[in-house]
């Protein structure tokens, strides 16, 4: 065969276009590995602040002078920065540069928690809540990305999915345990001091380790997109959580969700008519990208409100302690990471199709185990920790498979746009769910309060929560099957 290049191949060519590309690594070299524990420290960390300061609210209420009202703002101000700026903050990361963004926002998460640990007035600790919701909107995409960037598609960047899926998830879960344990041993700002030296340490050693990253060409701001899909996600989320506080009737609640939802379908018609969107509609017209992400926000929204609910009713129904109710969930938390590390296992093997399949069928079984919880805590138990432990892996299965999907088959220059999407999908996901199953716990309780009426609430919302875990199962099979191709006839 002629080694001669045909004239339109070569022309134009320079010498640096025929230097061979640089092998793709098959396995975890030193360096990988290092940047590989860096921004899982990072992804760890992000992840227990969603969940640390939930047993921890009551002592700062009563240490700062909230109001019972008002409490709900210490949840409710860090769920709106992280949710709603999650999109713009990875497009951000895109046009200035990944590493950049995730330095710096990692910088105003250790300065924004000094400040809430130092906090003397409820409005200096809501601005510390925003401040660090903002760091998470910004950190979580940019540090995802830096991760598929950083490894190649295929078995390593599976592999890489899977830790940090696990170790994300199982972040949610020490959440809750760390912040029981650190406020009653010492004191709730203990809870917001503790990102404060792992904050220092990532942004010592990450500026040596991790290669920037951003694409060569810079596309132009996208500013009416950003504003509406900025202004939609908080507009929703906030109506979320007034559903959740005082029910689906509740005007505030109405408005938030319908503003949301007319702001985000604008959003959408925005993007088909702007020279160079935020989110390109080709991009969303990948079924990967769209039935993945649709199934990260289910995946999502399931098992952290399940947390809600099986913490409700430990406590309201069984009289648990916060603490005992926190460490009883160190079973699921073993689960995702179990899951976690068997995932990516499971997608070599079989595909990614059986991964989200198989985790969601195993989910959906385990969480419909819990209907049968009792009233009496030796039983409870004896169903609760297996059943959630089963479940954490099914669930780490659908969440490993859901990030390869929503990142695969993009180009480096676009994983901050994918990856930006994967986490706003996951924060919108743990979000949405607790003031969804709370609004079905007060819908179903009708007010009442006793450990009976709380029981059946919370049965009744298990069920919505694992009819929702089925619903992915059946989006997963019948949208993500592979296409066959039709034969062409000559």
């Given amino acids: 065969m002629s080694t001669i290049k045909p004239l339109a191949q070569s022309?134009?060519?320079?010498?640096?276009?025929?230097?061979?590309?640089?092998?793709?690594?098959?396995?975890?070299?030193?360096?990988?590995?290092?940047?590989?524990?860096?921004?899982?420290?990072?992804?760890?960390?992000?992840?227990?602040?969603?969940?640390?300061?939930?047993?921890?609210?009551?002592?700062?209420?009563?240490?700062?002078?909230?109001?019972?009202?008002?409490?709900?703002?210490?949840?409710?101000?860090?769920?709106?920065?992280?949710?709603?700026?999650?999109?713009?903050?990875?497009?951000?990361?895109?046009?200035?540069?990944?590493?950049?963004?995730?330095?710096?926002?990692?910088?105003?998460?250790?300065?924004?928690?000094?400040?809430?640990?130092?906090?003397?007035?409820p409005t200096v600790l809501i601005v510390a809540r925003v401040a660090q919701g903002l760091a998470t909107a910004a950190a979580t995409p940019a540090g995802l990305s830096l991760l598929t960037?950083?490894?190649?598609?295929?078995?390593?960047?599976?592999?890489?999915?899977?830790?940090?899926?696990?170790l994300m998830s199982a972040g949610f879960t020490t959440?809750?345990?760390?912040?029981?344990?650190?406020?009653?041993?010492?004191?709730?700002?203990?809870?917001?001091?503790?990102?404060?030296?792992?904050?220092?340490?990532?942004?010592?050693?990450a500026p040596a380790v991790i290669k920037e990253s951003?694409?060569?060409?810079?596309?132009?701001?996208?500013?009416?997109?950003?504003?509406?899909?900025?202004?939609?996600?908080?507009?929703?989320?906030?109506?979320?959580?007034?559903?959740?506080?005082?029910?689906w009737t509740d005007a505030h609640a109405l408005t938030g969700l319908i503003g949301g939802v007319v702001?985000?379908?604008?959003?959408?018609?925005?993007?088909?008519?702007?020279?160079?969107?935020?989110?390109?509609p080709r991009v969303l017209r990948r079924r990967g990208v769209a039935f993945g992400n649709i199934l990260g926000l289910l995946a999502f929204v399931t098992e952290t409100s399940l947390v809600y609910l099986l913490t409700l009713y430990l406590q309201k129904t069984l009289g648990f302690s916060p603490l005992a109710a926190g460490v009883s969930f160190g079973v699921l938390g073993l689960g995702t990471v179990v899951g976690g590390l068997m995932a990516p296992k499971v997608i070599a093997r079989t595909s990614t199709l059986a991964a989200l399949v198989a985790g969601g069928l195993i989910q959906t079984v385990f969480t419909a185990a819990l209907l049968f919880?009792?009233?009496?805590?030796?039983?409870?138990?004896?169903?609760?920790?297996?059943?959630?432990?089963f479940g954490g892996i099914g669930n780490m299965l659908v969440i490993v498979g859901f990030m390869v999907t929503a990142t695969s088959g993009l180009p480096d220059a676009e994983q901050g746009l994918a990856t930006g999407l994967a986490s706003m999908s996951q924060q919108v996901?743990?979000?949405?769910?607790?003031?969804?199953?709370?609004?079905?716990?007060?819908a179903s309780t009708a007010g009442a309060t006793t450990a009976s009426a709380i029981h059946h609430g919370v049965t009744v919302a298990i069920a919505v929560n694992a009819a929702l875990v089925l619903l992915g199962v059946l989006i997963a099979g019948t949208f993500l099957r592979p296409r066959r191709e039709t034969p062409t006839l000559h």
Avoid at 429 to 442: C, R
């Fill in 373 to 389: 919880l009792g009233t009496t805590s030796g039983a409870a138990l004896g169903l609760l920790l297996p059943a959630t432990f």
């Fill in 11 to 121: 022309a134009g060519r320079t010498a640096a276009d025929d230097v061979a590309p640089a092998p793709t690594p098959q396995r975890l070299t030193g360096r990988l590995k290092l940047v590989l524990a860096v921004l899982l420290v990072a992804q760890f960390m992000l992840a227990v602040d969603f969940s640390i300061l939930n047993v921890a609210l009551p002592a700062i209420g009563d240490g700062l002078g909230f109001s019972l009202a008002n409490l709900q703002w210490i949840a409710t101000a860090f769920a709106l920065s992280a949710a709603g700026f999650t999109l713009i903050f990875g497009r951000i990361g895109d046009l200035v540069g990944r590493k950049k963004i995730f330095l710096g926002s990692l910088g105003l998460l250790g300065t924004a928690s000094l400040l809430g640990g130092l906090a003397t007035s």
């Fill in 149 to 166: 960037t950083s490894f190649p598609e295929g078995p390593l960047r599976q592999k890489a999915l899977g830790i940090n899926g696990a």
């Fill in 263 to 280: 702001l985000l379908v604008a959003f959408f018609l925005i993007e088909r008519k702007v020279y160079q969107p935020l989110v390109p």
């Fill in 429 to 442: 996901g743990i979000t949405m769910g607790t003031p969804i199953m709370s609004a079905v716990v007060t």
């Fill in 214 to 247: 951003k694409p060569t060409v810079r596309p132009k701001p996208d500013l009416p997109g950003a504003l509406s899909v900025t202004l939609g996600l908080l507009s929703l989320v906030y109506g979320l959580t007034q559903a959740g506080e005082y029910g």
């Fill in 175 to 205: 959440g809750a345990i760390l912040g029981g344990v650190l406020t009653d041993l010492l004191s709730w700002r203990w809870a917001f001091f503790v990102n404060v030296p792992v904050a220092l340490a990532v942004l010592v050693i």
